[in-house]
Nanobody, 125 residues
Framework: QVQLVQSGGGLVQSGGSLKLSCTVS????????ISWFRQVPGKERAGVSS????????YYDDSVKDRFTIYRDADRNTVHLQMNSLKPEDTAVYYC??????????????????WGQGTQVTVSS
């Protein structure tokens, strides 16, 4: 069983910064990656960024490259998404998710099994 608890998010002006955190508890199951997805009403959940737990490789959607950074705490149980230079189009509900199956594809939400509760990020213009 894997549990993910999110924190962070909120309201910020365009150009501002926010940090999202995802604390992972895994009792008997290994997970291979943590991804952040976001969703706006009427659209499918979209991949934002991911980090592989094996080799630490990171992945970013083109829309957030050079603005967002994903990283893990030293204890490796918390994954953060630092979001800088935020834009109104970044407004969405953000979810973290863990992949326990292979293969997993960092931006394909159906390959992720366990999900955080979601948190709203709103960027005002």
């Amino acid at each position: 069983q894997v549990q993910l608890v999110q924190s962070g998010g909120g309201l910020v002006q365009s150009g501002g910064s926010l940090k999202l955190s995802c604390t992972v508890s895994a009792s008997t199951v290994d997970y291979h990656a943590i991804s952040w997805f976001r969703q706006v009403p009427g659209k499918e959940r979209a991949g934002v960024s991911s980090i592989s737990t094996g080799d630490g490789r990171t992945y970013y959607d083109d829309s957030v490259k050079d603005r967002f950074t994903i990283y893990r705490d030293a204890d490796r149980n918390t994954v953060h998404l630092q979001m800088n230079s935020l834009k109104p189009e970044d407004t969405a509900v953000y979810y973290c998710a863990a992949a326990t199956r292979i293969p997993w594809y960092w931006s394909v939400w159906t390959t992720f099994d366990y999900w955080g509760q979601g948190t709203q990020v709103t960027v005002s213009s």
